[in-house]
Structure formats: C-alpha cells, structure tokens
C-alpha cells in the first residue's frame, strides 16, 4: 500500500509529530537507518515491528547505489502488501537518507506509493535551543560545514554537520561572523550542549551544528524598541506597561493609504500580514 517516510524530530521522543506517532503506531513495520533514529523510534514502536534491514554508509557511489537497491528490494515488498515506515531524524527531506531510498523506489519500484510526514528539523529547532530569533525580513542560509570547513556571504547561516568547531570558529570569526554553537539538542541521548565557546566543543560530535551572524547586520523588528523598556524595568524593579501604548510617527503613517485616507478592515489585515511574513507591506491603492 504506503511507505511512509518519518521525520522524527530532533531526538526527544515527545517532539515526534502527532501524526508521526500515529503512523509509526498503525505501520506494519518500521525501518530506521541508524542507531539514534532506532532509539526514538522504538519509544513508539515495539522492537518486533522494527524492521532488519543494512543501511549504506560508505562515500562510494557504485556501492551506495547497490546497497540502496538492496534496501529498496527488502522494503518494497513490504510496502505493497501493507504498511511500512522509514524514520529519520529531524524532517525527511532535509540532508536526510530518504532521499536515496524515496529515488531507488521510484526508479526500480514505481508501484509503491510514498507519503512524507514532516519533523521537526534541527534547522528550526536550533532557533529555541540557541535563543535566536530569526525576524521578519531577514533571510537565513543553510550550509554543511564539515572537517573545518566555513562558508561565508550571507549575513545569517545555519551549518550542520560542523564537526571541527575550533577550525569553524577560527575562520567565521576572522569573516566578522559572531557565532553559537548547539550540540545534541533536544536529544535523550548525550549531552546537549549551547556555547560561543569553540574548545568547549573541541571534541568531534556529528549532532553539532553552528548559527552564525554577521557582526554588523542591523535588522531591528518594530518591537525591538520594548526591549529598552524591558531592561528600564529590570534595573528599577518597575512593572512596564506592554500594551504598545499609543502608535505615533512612522508608525502611524504605515496605517495610512496612499491618499492619506484610513484603510478598510480588510486592507489593514493584509498589511499586517504582510509585515508578520516579512514582505513589503503592499502600498494601499486608493479607490
Ligand atoms: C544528516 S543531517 C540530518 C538533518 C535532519 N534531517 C534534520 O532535519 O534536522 C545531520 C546534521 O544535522 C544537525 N543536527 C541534526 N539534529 C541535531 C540535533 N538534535 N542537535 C544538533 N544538531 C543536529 C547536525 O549538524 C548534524 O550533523
């Protein structure tokens, strides 16, 4: 019938999705690629459904794509008679073994029908872990980062698989990068580990991935300004008000359509929903 490919989040059992579990719970059998996606995996699964099957790892590409076949051909049957799953960590779609197997079922099994389940990757996951807040209007990358490697341009970057940190670090820092490190986050296997502290993390982890952010990159958010009252509170010990308060200036005027006019309820929610994605908020066209 399915295979379904699972994203199982970045390694506590809870942060499974609910549909996630749901599928894990109804699959006839479960296969994992790997020890830490079989741990989180068997929290929902009994062992007697996790299915047997060799995951390549290897960098050859004659050998990956026989073993992948390989797989394809103990998975496939299994998959047409019922229902299997495919786990991995974080989403499915993102750096992930599913790929290789989502192509060799295609290519030599096109009768099995796929569906994907997101998870929680680690390339949002990060952001709570860290305390980093990617605002509206900025833009992010994504790069891999092994053996020491430190690809630089854009202002903001996430980096998997950073497994050198104090070479990473050495080199993003001369680019002008500030940057934070997190180590097996929300994983119940190892320690998690958030630092700017490079030998803190000398040790070669692979679950260690790397925000960096350009030291002059001026992005205030409009709400920005409430952290000064925040602080104020802070050092006086005095509630803050956080209702906003009265909306003067610029502000005011980014209420306004082009002839000065009030906008509709309905123009209103589009600029605001237009601000809270980012976009430009659209210039109100008077009628
Ligand atoms: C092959 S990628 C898998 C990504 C996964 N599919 C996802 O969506 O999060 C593995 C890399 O993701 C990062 N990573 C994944 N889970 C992590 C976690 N829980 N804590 C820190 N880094 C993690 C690490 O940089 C690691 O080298």
Not at 32 to 39: D, E, I, N
Request: glycine share 10%; aromatic share 6%.
């Amino acid at each position: 019938m399915t295979l379904y490919g699972v994203g199982l989040g970045p390694g506590d059992a809870d942060l499974v999705t609910v549909r996630g579990r749901r599928v894990l719970e109804e699959a006839d059998v479960v296969y994992s690629p790997g020890r830490l996606s079989r741990s989180v995996a068997t929290e929902h699964v009994p062992e007697d459904r996790i299915g047997d099957v060799d995951f390549p790892m290897t960098r050859d590409e004659d050998e990956l794509r026989r073993a992948w076949k390989e797989a394809a051909a103990e998975i496939a049957p299994r998959a047409r008679e019922g229902t299997a799953a495919f786990v991995t960590l974080g989403d499915p779609n993102v750096y992930s073994t599913f790929g290789h197997l989502r192509r060799t079922l295609s290519a030599f099994h096109p009768e099995v029908e796929l569906d994907v389940v997101p998870g929680v990757s680690a390339v949002t996951a990060f952001t709570t872990a860290l305390g980093v807040e990617i605002s509206s209007g900025s833009s992010v990358a994504l790069h891999e980062a092994a053996r020491g490697a430190a690809p630089t341009g854009p202002d903001r970057m996430v980096l998997f698989k950073v497994t050198d940190v104090p070479a990473t670090h050495e080199r993003l820092t001369d680019a002008g990068y500030d940057v934070v490190y997190g180590r097996r986050l929300y994983m119940e296997q190892g320690e998690t580990v958030v630092t700017d502290d490079p030998e803190a993390l000398s040790e070669r982890d692979y679950y260690t991935l790397a925000y960096a952010e350009k030291r002059d990159v001026d992005s205030e958010p409009a709400t920005a300004t409430f952290e000064e009252r925040t602080r104020e509170r802070r050092s006086d010990g005095e509630p803050a008000t956080t209702d906003g308060g009265p909306r003067g200036g610029a502000e005011s005027e980014r209420g306004r359509t082009a002839s000065g006019r009030t906008p509709t309820r309905v123009e209103r929610e589009e600029l605001a929903e237009g601000e809270a994605c980012g976009d430009e908020p659209a210039e109100v066209q008077s009628r």
